[in-house]
């Protein structure tokens, strides 16, 4: 199986904003429902975002309305607009199915958001 391979991230001062990107495998990104999730230092992995084949979408409390996932199926390409970020919001973030069951993680993308 071919890995994600995200990219975007960076360091940014609270209340920017970045743009994360994550490229799949078209067998896999193909009518699955995709995630971003987030690992901070000393915690466990958390799902930010999903988005269906068909573009539905669901968010966790902590990043709903400040974030937004979408994604170009032909491109078999994932994106997560994050604005108004906060200093909590600095973790490693990776993408995968929805559940994460079918493919092995990426090395996921940094982002750290600076007081």
């Known amino acids: 199986q071919v890995r994600p391979v995200e990219s975007g991230g960076g360091l940014v001062q609270a209340g920017g904003s970045l743009r994360l990107s994550c490229a799949a495998s078209r067998n896999i990104f193909s009518g699955s429902t995709m995630g971003w999730y987030r690992q901070a230092p000393g915690a466990q992995r958390e799902s930010v975002a999903r988005?269906?084949?068909?573009?539905?979408?669901g968010y966790s409390d902590s990043v709903k309305g400040r974030f937004t996932i979408s994604r170009d199926n032909a491109k078999n390409i994932l994106y997560l607009e994050m604005s108004s970020l906060k200093p909590e919001d600095t973790a490693v973030y990776y993408c995968n199915t929805s559940p994460p069951n079918r493919i092995a993680w990426g090395q996921g993308t940094q982002v750290t958001v600076s007081s």
């Open positions: 988005i269906t084949w068909r573009h539905d979408t």
